[in-house]
């Protein structure tokens, strides 16, 4: 069985593929620091879509998914961007968990992905 690894970098891997199932390192907002948390949760959540598009599956797919966000009173307003994302008969496995910090004080919101391909 072969692994395959993308996005390699001297720490991490930002995707692995193995026997058919697709794991996604924690994904920040790389392009929206800073921001919101809703707009944070829409940057993570375009770069889920590609990562898996990248590894020839999709958001149906997803097997589970784990979310940190920094505060609970903010969990509203990520689940307003996860609801609209998540495709309905679709919803995986999910965990939410509050983290008072991520990597970095301007991410807010970090989502990592288990999906079959």
Not at 8 to 28: D, F, I
Not at 76 to 97: L, Y
């Amino acid at each position: 069985m072969s692994i395959e690894r993308f996005h390699t970098g001297p720490r991490m891997s930002q995707m692995v593929v193995h026997n058919g199932t697709v794991y996604l390192a924690g994904q920040v907002a790389q392009t929206a620091a800073g921001a919101s948390v809703a707009k944070q949760t829409q940057a993570i959540l375009d770069q889920i879509d590609g990562l898996l598009a990248e590894a020839g599956t999709d958001k149906t797919k997803i097997l589970s998914a784990t979310i940190w966000i920094c505060s609970m009173d903010d969990f509203a307003e990520m689940n307003s961007i996860w609801d609209a994302w998540v495709p309905q008969g679709h919803t995986p496995c999910r965990a939410c968990v509050e983290s008072p910090r991520l990597a970095s004080a301007d991410y807010t919101v970090e989502i990592g992905i288990i999906a079959a391909t």
